[in-house]
């Protein structure tokens, strides 16, 4: 495999994920009310980060996008933990000095408490407002110190999750207000990137995509595979793309201003969703299935590739999160090696894909399953997994 000189090798982690929820947050609050596993502290990232970006540097794996959690830095609105900002910032400082080029994203799934009361992005007020004044600090308190942001992760997926009924804060399922809650965002997230850009540093999305196959010849098959691509494809690509964005359900809404607001597209794959006889199904049929209720099957990343290839032939990519959740470290190889297979022939056949980040370096939390999946190539207790070894290989342009 040939890889581009630059091509960015990296990690991607979340603060509640690998810290633990901070006391101010919503998702804090989720867990004592019972409605999810108690993170407690995480992979303890907070304590032991010199010794992870020591292990990533030696692996090859120089880049690392981590949140800065909002809740540790604005507790209260409009209060600044200075604490909690000096803290981040040596989180930062230690990652160059290990050698590792830091990414941070504002919003991983998680806000202030006092920012949800307020009604979250669901109040689009709160967008133009508190959100927006984030975003500003942001850039000038820790934009000396970022090799590149992601502003918010997974637009469309938060969306799902907490206003579709899956689970998480504030646990509503409103079909109209997650449509709103999309929209807001999918703005909120390029605005952020116009503003982030000014500090002089890349800005890459981070949008959920999925593959979506008719898995019979039942018309309702394609029918509702097309569905799936006008509804699911996440509407902040055609905003990315013509300026215009279209959010099902919502009218749609002319700003120029964000075409092009991101220096890469930037996405995370992690399933292809089958229809079988008009109705969703697991992709392939028959396929070993993750712990988390999806088929297994790296092959739909050059799916989503393909098709990002065809929307938008002229620009970077950047896969944001590629990996697995699994107790079997051989399958977890095997699916990085064929992962890495399918990037390096899209790059051979003409695609600009600048980069992947695997999900993740550390096993951490994951939401509502705990510390029961495991994503990471290390361990909790620091333990480098043979797995990882496919992805030094291929940073330091070697075959595995």
């Known amino acids: ?69 909002w809740a540790r830095i604005e507790p209260t609105e409009g209060d ?13 400082t230690v990652a160059h000095e290990a050698g590792i080029s830091p990414w941070v994203s504002l919003h991983h799934f998680t806000l202030p408490r006092w920012f949800s009361e307020l009604g979250g992005f669901a109040n689009d007020t709160n967008r ?31 969306s799902h999750a907490a206003y579709g009924g899956h689970g998480w804060p504030p646990g509503i399922d409103d079909r109209a207000l997650r449509a709103q809650v999309d929209e807001t965002m999918q703005l909120a997230n390029a605005e952020a990137a116009l503003v982030l850009r000014q500090t002089g540093k890349p800005v890459a999305s981070i949008f959920g995509l999925s593959a979506f196959v008719a898995q019979d010849n039942d018309p309702t098959s394609d029918a509702l595979v097309d569905r799936f691509y006008t509804g ?19 009218d749609p809404i002319e700003r120029p201003d964000l075409a092009g607001a991101f220096d890469l597209l930037g996405f995370s794959y992690y399933l292809t969703v089958g229809a079988l006889g008009g109705a969703p199904a697991v992709h392939p049929p028959g396929a070993t299935e993750s712990p988390l209720g999806y088929g297994i099957y790296p092959d739909g990343l050059g799916l989503v590739l393909d098709r990002l290839h065809d929307q938008l032939p002229h620009t970077p990519i950047l896969v944001a999160e590629f990996g697995i959740g699994t107790d079997d470290d051989a399958e977890r190889a095997t699916y990085l090696q064929r992962g890495l297979e399918i990037v390096a022939d899209k790059v051979a056949a003409g695609h600009d894909i600048r980069g992947l980040f695997h999900w993740t370096a550390v096993d951490n939390y994951e939401w509502l399953h705990g510390y029961d999946v495991s994503f990471g190539i290390i361990d909790r207790e620091r333990n480098v997994r043979p797995s990882a070894q496919v992805l030094a290989a291929a940073a330091r342009g070697q075959d595995h």
């Open 128 to 158: 133009t407002g508190a959100w927006a004044r984030h975003v500003n600090f942001m850039a000038e308190t820790f934009g000396d110190l970022v090799s590149g942001w992601q502003p918010i992760n997974e637009t469309n997926y938060y």
């Open 80 to 92: 600044h933990d200075q604490q909690a900002i000096d803290h981040y910032r040596r989180v930062l």
């Open 1 to 69: 495999m040939i890889w581009p000189d630059g091509f960015l090798w990296g990690t991607g982690a979340s603060s509640t994920q690998c810290e633990g929820a901070a006391p101010a947050s919503d998702w804090w609050q989720w867990e004592r009310d019972g409605h999810a596993p108690v993170s407690h502290e995480g992979n303890s990232f907070a304590d032991r980060h010199t010794e992870d970006f020591a292990l990533l540097a030696e692996l090859g794996l120089t880049h690392h996008r981590l949140s800065i959690e």
């Open 232 to 250: 699911l494809w996440n509407p902040g690509i055609h905003l990315f793309r013509d300026g215009v964005l279209k959010v099902p359900g919502r």
